[in-house]
T-cell receptor, first 114, second 111 residues
């Protein structure tokens, strides 16, 4: 069966510090990968998605970036964090096979920028 | 573009009450429809789905029917439990890589 991991689970970082959040998927090949953010409430904001190694699409211009160095690894980064980057970051995957495109989410990373 | 509208929350119910969370959508063609649930401090989990008109998705006592004529996918449960307290998201996909999510509806169930 497929599983998705995110780490760290929680992170407290000062303004201006760098960021690296990691997501890995097991049990599937060539997944579509996604980074979302939930800030101060319930709504989901899509930040990046990737349909293959090295292929990254950005949905929202900001000081974050994403990379996909391996098929099942997705990394979210920042060179200098802002207070507004605080939130709950979720990684998700969906399969290319099939047409229904349901998503499977990781447990999330709670980021607090101080 | 595509959109999903959910009822504003929070929805507050007593245990064993009947639940309805409304969801309507705007999309061309024939989207697939989903309900996800997010328990406090966790990621989203797929709750149920329906891929064509008149399909009924069901799971864990929850049901939703894909109504093309009213562009709706309302979530229902006959008897809620305290453990159902969570945020519920309605979503659609139309064959692209990017799903469209509603803003979520918080459900609070009191004993």
């Amino acid at each position: 069966s497929q599983t998705i991991h995110q780490w760290p689970a929680t992170l407290v970082q000062p303004v201006g510090s760098p960021l690296s959040l990691e997501c890995t998927v097991e049990g599937t090949s060539n997944p579509n990968l996604y980074w979302y953010r939930q800030a101060a409430g319930r709504g989901l904001q899509l930040l990046f998605y990737s349909v293959g190694i090295g292929q990254i699409s950005s949905e929202v211009p900001q000081n974050l970036s994403a990379s996909r160095p391996q098929d099942r690894q997705f990394i979210l980064s920042s060179k200098k964090l802002l207070l507004s980057d605080s939130g709950f970051y979720l990684c998700a995957w969906s399969g290319l096979a099939g047409v229904f495109h349901e998503q499977y989410f990781g447990p999330g990373t709670r980021l607090t920028v101080t | 573009g595509d959109s999903v509208t959910q009822m504003e929350g929070p929805v507050t119910l007593s245990e064993e009450a009947f639940l309805t969370i409304n969801c309507t959508y705007t999309a061309t063609g024939y989207p697939s429809l989903f309900w996800y649930v997010q328990y406090p401090g966790e990621g989203l989990q797929l709750l149920l789905k329906a891929t064509k008109a008149d399909d009924k998705g069901s799971n864990k006592g929850f049901e939703a029917t894909y109504r093309k004529e009213t562009t709706s996918f309302h979530l229902e449960k006959g008897s809620v439990q305290v453990s159902d307290s969570a945020v519920y998201f309605c979503a659609l996909t139309r064959g692209s890589y990017i799903p469209t999510f509603g803003r979520g509806t918080s459900l609070i169930v009191h004993p």
